[in-house]
């Protein structure tokens, strides 16, 4: 089965998506989008027709509704459809950034499919709990049962590896849709199964199961479409690779604030805070900035807006001062780092400026603590030094576990 799975779906990506490979293509995707969505309908009508002609055929009412069951399926992967198309519409005048973000609205609508399946699901679940309705075993309707199991399994695998390629939330929606429906056939067959070897009815019992099954699928879809929509933390490795990026540049010294704006799959704004020596001319400088940010989108295919910040990296005074707030703060909690360290010198007293990094989910009495200890601390090492602390906390988000 997995041999056969990956197998089509090669066939079918190499005859109906041109230059398949170029995923960060828009075109390209969109294609990916489109092919998906038609194997969809395809597939959800080829198992209407089928179960609808053997259940009329039977006059099986079970297996007539199934049948129709698997006609609104079909729903999904026109949503789905319709959702691609339209993120692949280019910016305008009301969206400069584009239309990606459509995307995620459609997956988010698939989600509430889901949901509604789940929910009528438990809701006739409970119904043949209170009123159990006579189960009637029909060997060829369990062999229905079992082709739609291997269809729906298919094309989920299918939607699961494209949507993966191509880091699509509407197709792995569409991939938890077709796996709900295979959990809940599988459900029915082996109550139907258990009713032909034992005589005992459980059909209601493995529909409620198999109900919240379905319904928390559909909130882990909802979940994971309004991350993006809502706005997410940078992932680290986008961070790191960012980051490297722009640091591979001579005349740039080091790195911080990366904030990332998604616009869609694989449409992406960021803004970043680039380190460049004070005593280098500013003309020079922004040359060098110029030179990343026409680079990002060429390369990165990231619009990338880029902030210089200039920084002492002659002056040993200047520079043994940092390091030893930055050991300071190191032995004052690990997880917090500095950054725009500046020195002014006064008649009597020293001010240590400087920006303090905290994790996201310091409240405010632990940030006033941390700075007040710093600046303690500091004042400790040269009674002339007096910290002017900015607290803020970053944009990057953990990294996951495997």
């Known amino acids: 089965m997995k041999e056969f799975e990956k197998d089509m779906t090669e066939f079918l990506v190499r005859h109906f998506v041109k230059d398949y490979e170029q995923v960060e293509n828009a075109s390209v995707r969109t294609a990916y989008g489109t092919l998906t969505s038609f194997v969809g309908i395809f597939c959800n009508v080829f198992l209407f027709a089928v179960k609808f002609i053997v259940g009329t055929l039977l006059r099986s009412v079970s297996v007539t509704a199934d049948a129709f069951n698997n006609l609104s399926d079909a729903g999904s992967s026109i949503i789905s459809l319709v959702g691609v198309k339209m993120a692949e519409k280019p910016a305008d005048e009301d969206h400069p950034f584009g239309h990606g973000r459509i995307e995620y609205i459609a997956a988010l609508v698939v989600a509430f499919l889901v949901l509604e399946v789940g929910f009528t699901f438990l809701k006739d679940?409970?119904?043949?709990?209170?009123?159990?309705?006579?189960?009637?075993?029909?060997?060829?309707?369990?062999?229905?049962?079992?082709?739609?199991?291997?269809?729906?399994?298919?094309?989920?695998?299918?939607?699961?590896?494209?949507?993966?390629?191509?880091?699509?939330?509407?197709?792995?929606?569409?991939?938890?849709?077709?796996?709900?429906?295979?959990i809940t056939t599988a459900a029915t067959i082996l109550s139907l199964v258990f009713f032909r070897l034992t005589g005992i009815n459980i059909d209601g019992f493995f529909g409620i199961g198999v109900a919240l099954i379905v319904m928390w699928a559909g909130i882990g879809i909802a979940k994971d479409t309004l991350e993006p929509l809502i706005g997410e933390a940078v992932d680290p490795e986008v961070y790191r690779k960012i980051k490297t990026f722009v640091e591979q540049y001579d005349g740039i010294e080091g790195t911080h604030d990366l904030i990332v704006h998604s616009y869609g799959p694989n449409r992406s704004m960021a803004s970043i805070h680039a380190e460049v020596p004070n005593n280098v001319d500013i003309e020079k400088s922004h040359e060098i900035v110029d030179d990343i940010e026409r680079d990002a989108i060429e390369k990165l295919g990231i619009f990338l807006v880029v902030h210089m910040d200039p920084i002492e990296t002659k002056v040993e005074q200047v520079l043994k001062v940092k390091e030893e707030a930055r050991r300071v703060l190191e032995e004052l909690d690990a997880e917090c780092t500095m950054h725009d360290f500046r020195v002014v010198e006064g008649k009597n007293h020293a001010n240590l400026i400087f920006d303090m990094v905290v994790p996201i989910g310091y409240d405010d009495t632990r940030k006033k603590q941390l700075s007040t200890e710093m600046a303690e601390r500091m004042k400790a090492i040269d009674s002339r030094y007096c910290c002017v602390i900015t607290v803020e906390h970053g944009f990057v988000g953990k990294a996951s576990e495997e």
Do not use: H, Y
């Open 125 to 182: 679940s409970i119904g043949k709990i209170r009123n159990p309705e006579e189960l009637n075993f029909q060997l060829v309707s369990v062999l229905i049962l079992i082709l739609s199991i291997g269809v729906k399994l298919w094309l989920g695998m299918f939607n699961r590896k494209l949507g993966k390629r191509i880091d699509s939330k509407v197709m792995m929606a569409v991939f938890t849709d077709s796996m709900g429906d295979v």
